[in-house]
C-alpha cells in the first residue's frame, strides 16, 4: 500500500510562501490521483487540491484557486502543493493522500493518508 510522507510544513508570515512535499512510498503513482487536505483545529477537514493523474487539470478549493499550486514531478514520484499569498486562515495541518484512479475531489475519496505536516501563518 503507497503511503505518503509529507514535508515542508512550518511558519511563514502572511502573504509569504511555502512548499509542501509529498513523497509516496512504493510504487509510481503517475496515473493515481494525489491530493492535498487541511484541517484546523475544530474543523472538518477539507479538500485543498487535487490532481487527478499526471497531465490532468488540477482541481482547487474555490479559496486557494488563484493562490495555491499542485504540481506532479513524476521522475521523482513527487507531488508538491506551491502555497503563496498565505493567510492566517490558512493554518491548518495538511495531509497528503493518494487513491488509485481518480474517484473525487473529497477527503473521502482517498485512501491512503500521510501523518500530515503543521503550516501555521502569523499575521
Known amino acids: 500500500q503507497v503511503q505518503p510522507v509529507e514535508t515542508g510544513g512550518g511558519l511563514a508570515q502572511a502573504r509569504g510562501s511555502l512548499s509542501l512535499s509529498c513523497a509516496p512510498s512504493a510504487r509510481s503513482v503517475r496515473g493515481d490521483a494525489m491530493g492535498w487536505s487541511r484541517q484546523a483545529p475544530g474543523t472538518e477537514r477539507e479538500s485543498v487540491a487535487v490532481?487527478?493523474?499526471?497531465?490532468?487539470?488540477?482541481y482547487y478549493a474555490d479559496s486557494m484557486k488563484d493562490r495555491f499550486t499542485i504540481l506532479r514531478d513524476n521522475a521523482a514520484n513527487t507531488v508538491y502543493l506551491q502555497m503563496n499569498s498565505l493567510k492566517p486562515e490558512d493554518t491548518a495541518v495538511y495531509y497528503c493522500?493518494?487513491?488509485?484512479?481518480?474517484?473525487?475531489?473529497?477527503?473521502?475519496?482517498?485512501?491512503?493518508w500521510g501523518q500530515g505536516t503543521q503550516v501555521t501563518v502569523s499575521s
Open positions: 490532481s487527478p493523474w499526471s497531465g490532468a487539470t488540477a
Open positions: 493522500a493518494t487513491s488509485g484512479a481518480f474517484r473525487g475531489q473529497a477527503p473521502a475519496d482517498f485512501r491512503s
